[in-house]
């Protein structure tokens, strides 16, 4: 009984557009969004003020304040914690953009005291680089191979990115991970630790 309500789970949330990695490609309402998520015991956090760069999505304001539906994910176990974002349209409520968060920020209240959570992920660089591997792998199986690449690597750290320019959506993929602290003012260490997969609804 357990294996066939299993199957009917995976089948309803393949229907709904999510995929292994629970990624939205398919443009969706916020009630079914609520639904899959509570469906998958995620937190809801509630509709959060953040603000965008004007390159974000195609109607991207600066300095504008937005407030995305957002879910802390419970069922990946990849630490940091995933945090997604769900952006829409102010008037109609139409999804625009999806972003998937793994990044060590979030979970920073004050670098003054939390600089010993840098120093940690610093020596996570094979777990980074796997995840960013399976989230990779997992789009070109969908997809197919980015339309474009750009993998530095230098004395500071890595600096990975991929996109994909589909007919319903593109997506990007970025990783930032130090190699090197950076000491701030007052002797704070601080370091770039994330992955993000954005994906923008045409």
Request: charged letters at 25%.
């Amino acid at each position: 009984m357990k294996q066939i309500f299993s199957i009917l789970a995976f089948i309803c949330i393949y229907n709904l557009g999510f995929s292994q990695h629970d990624f939205l490609f398919e443009k969706k309402c916020l009630g079914d969004i609520r639904a899959h998520e509570k469906s998958i015991n995620s937190i809801c956090l509630g509709f959060v003020k953040y603000q965008v760069p004007n390159d974000f999505f195609q109607t991207a304001k600066k300095n504008h304040d937005y407030y995305p539906l957002c879910y802390k994910r419970t069922n990946d176990d990849f630490s940091p914690q995933l945090i997604i974002k769900y952006y829409y349209d102010e008037q109609d409520s139409t999804l625009l953009v999806t972003s998937y968060d793994w990044n060590i920020m979030d979970h920073v209240d004050y670098l003054k005291t939390d600089g010993d959570k840098f120093e940690v992920e610093k020596k996570r660089k094979n777990e980074y680089l796997n995840k960013y591997k399976t989230i990779k792998q997992e789009l070109i199986n969908k997809y197919g191979e980015p339309t474009t690449i750009k993998e530095t690597i230098s004395t500071d750290g890595y600096l990975y990115r991929l996109s994909w320019e589909n007919g319903s959506n593109n997506i990007h993929v970025l990783l930032n991970f130090s190699t090197k602290l950076k000491t701030l003012l007052g002797n704070m260490k601080f370091g770039l630790y994330n992955i993000r997969v954005k994906i923008e609804y045409i």
